[in-house]
């Protein structure tokens, strides 16, 4: 299965930018790099995805680096509902997800 | 469209007893996909179906489930027997394509075995 490292949690002021890292050293070529966020007692949410430019939609970007090997999600101007659990996701399989343990995100008044 | 629907969204039920969850996906996605959430095992894929067909049921944990798509709009999980280790929530997702697409999921269906 495809690995990725998260940090477990991070805290974010309301209104700041959140800055939520990823580690995907062992992602191939052809694999691309999904963003869900899943907010509590509700279905996992599509945030983003990127193959190898920077992407940006109305909820976030999305910052590749050139190696690939890692990338981070930026929301612009966090607010409280997005206290979320963020996962970080890559493999060539498309929406044969594997999630792992993702980033909890608190954001803070 | 009112996104991927799922029901019941709480089944509590004894063990032993057959439990069937639903699922109606978004119209005209042609992939509709079987999620499990447990504390101990995070989120896993069971099982996907494409233009109704199953795919891939190599994450169904054992014979006890199985799937079917009996149409475009409707989906079935069934646990049978059930046993209190299936207690989960059990999320259905669907999505238009395969890759380079967002799925989306449900609001899941709380199940717990006692």
């Known amino acids: 299965d495809a690995k990725t490292t998260q940090p477990p949690s991070m805290d974010c002021a309301e209104g700041r930018a959140a800055n939520l890292p990823c580690n995907h050293s062992t992602i191939s070529g052809n694999e691309y790099v999904y963003w869900y966020r899943q907010i509590h007692s509700q279905g996992p949410q599509y945030i983003i995805h990127g193959l190898k430019n920077n992407e940006t939609n109305e909820m976030a970007s999305l910052i590749i680096t050139e190696d690939r090997k890692s990338s981070t999600l930026i929301l612009p101007h966090a607010t409280l509902r997005d206290t979320a659990v963020y996962y970080c996701i890559y493999n060539n399989a498309g929406n044969m997800l594997t999630f792992g343990g993702g980033t909890r995100l608190m954001v803070k008044p | 469209d009112a996104g991927v629907i799922q029901s019941p969204r709480h089944e509590v039920t004894e063990m032993g007893q057959e439990v069937t969850l639903r699922c109606k996906p978004i119209?005209?996605?042609?992939?509709l996909f079987w999620y499990r959430q447990t504390m101990m095992r995070g989120l896993e894929l069971l099982i996907y179906?494409?233009?109704?067909?199953?795919?891939?049921d190599s994450g169904m944990p054992e014979d006890r489930f199985s799937a079917k798509m009996p149409n475009a709009s409707f989906s079935t999980l069934k646990i049978q027997p059930s046993e209190p280790r299936d207690s989960a929530v059990y999320f259905c997702?669907?999505?238009?394509?395969?890759?380079?697409?967002?799925?989306?999921f449900g609001q899941g269906t709380r199940l717990t075995v006692v």
């Open positions: 997702a669907s999505s238009p394509l395969l890759r380079n697409t967002e799925a989306f």
């Open positions: 119209s005209g996605h042609d992939y």
């Open positions: 179906f494409n233009n109704n067909v199953p795919i891939d």
